[in-house]
């Protein structure tokens, strides 16, 4: 029976990093039971990166994933990038034993510019092709301005269709919001995806305590902007079909990812959702 590694997107442990510290951060990732850990928004100094390996050598929590920038996302927006600090990012990689990066978005000065989305998809697949003669595995992760179209193709194929190395790490939230439907959309990468974000899609309640309705404007935004994240089993979302349909595909590493937890703690989200993965069948992939 084929089975996928359930894991963290420590992105939402950010905060806690910076209040405990990466190694009991991920000393608490383990006590709620997950074994693998995607590494993002966390800074890659010399000691974070001696406190992973640290940490997973002793807690037995595998590095799923390293994420790096190919070019900053605005001008001088700071941290390493793949054109700047290549040896540098495929050193952490060997000293975590980790053989998958990922790129979190193209830069935004790049979106809505066909030509320059065009020279930017080409820089990545040479970069797929360096670290490919290091072992390893460079993807692109989506959310939902990739559904932007261009000449009737979506930003997203585009990038597939230009490519031959560089795969996918499909996020299904984010494919939910721009209108398609992950379960199937996830089947149209097949063979190209590895790595595979889970975050429910949840229809928040409004706060109109301070809506005078003369101002339509304010009730519009309010409005328009109630799609939440979500602990998995909390939102709208089919988790068992894409869970299937994504290791149909090929993903290896199903990461559980909240963006924002509205207040919540991210350790007690993290365990919501991983109880919830558990009723669903899927204890034995943490």
């Known amino acids: 029976m084929k089975k996928g590694k359930i894991g963290v997107q420590m992105m939402m442990l950010k905060g806690k990093v910076e209040e405990l510290g990466v190694y009991e951060t991920m000393r608490k990732v383990r006590e709620l039971g997950y074994g693998a850990v995607e590494v993002s928004q966390i800074p890659m100094t010399t000691e974070n990166v001696a406190e992973l390996k640290r940490a997973s050598e002793d807690f037995d929590i595998k590095i799923a994933a390293l994420s790096a920038a190919v070019e900053p996302m605005v001008p001088g927006m700071p ?34 510019h066909k030509d320059k989305i065009m020279e930017f998809i080409d820089k990545a697949e040479g970069l797929a092709h360096r670290l490919a003669e290091h072992g390893i595995e460079l993807y692109y992760h989506t959310h939902h301005l990739e559904f932007q179209k261009y000449d009737g193709v979506y930003l997203l194929d585009l990038i597939k269709n230009n ?17 398609e439907n992950p379960v199937e959309f996830v089947k ?59 290791l149909e595909s090929g993903a290896q590493y199903f990461l559980v990812e909240q963006d924002n937890t509205y207040g919540r703690d991210p350790f007690e989200c993290l365990e919501v959702s991983a109880n919830h993965l558990r009723n669903l069948g899927y204890a034995d992939w943490f």
């Not at 795969?167 to 919001?177: A, K, M, S, T, Y």
């Open 79 to 112: 941290g390493e990038t793949l054109s700047n600090d290549f040896d540098k990012i495929v050193s952490d990689c060997k000293t975590l034993n980790c053989n998958f990066l990922r790129i979190g978005m193209m830069p935004l000065t790049v979106m809505g």
């Open 163 to 179: 490519t031959t190395k560089l795969g996918f790490e499909l996020d299904v939230h984010w494919i939910q919001r721009a209108g």
């Open 188 to 246: 149209k990468y097949k063979g190209r995806i590895s790595l595979l974000h889970l975050k429910d899609y949840r229809i928040g309640q409004m706060d109109l305590s301070e809506v005078d309705f003369k101002d339509m404007a304010k009730f519009m935004h309010i409005f328009t902007n109630t799609i939440e994240f979500a602990e998995l089993g909390e939102g709208n979302l089919d988790l068992k079909a894409i869970i299937e349909a994504g």
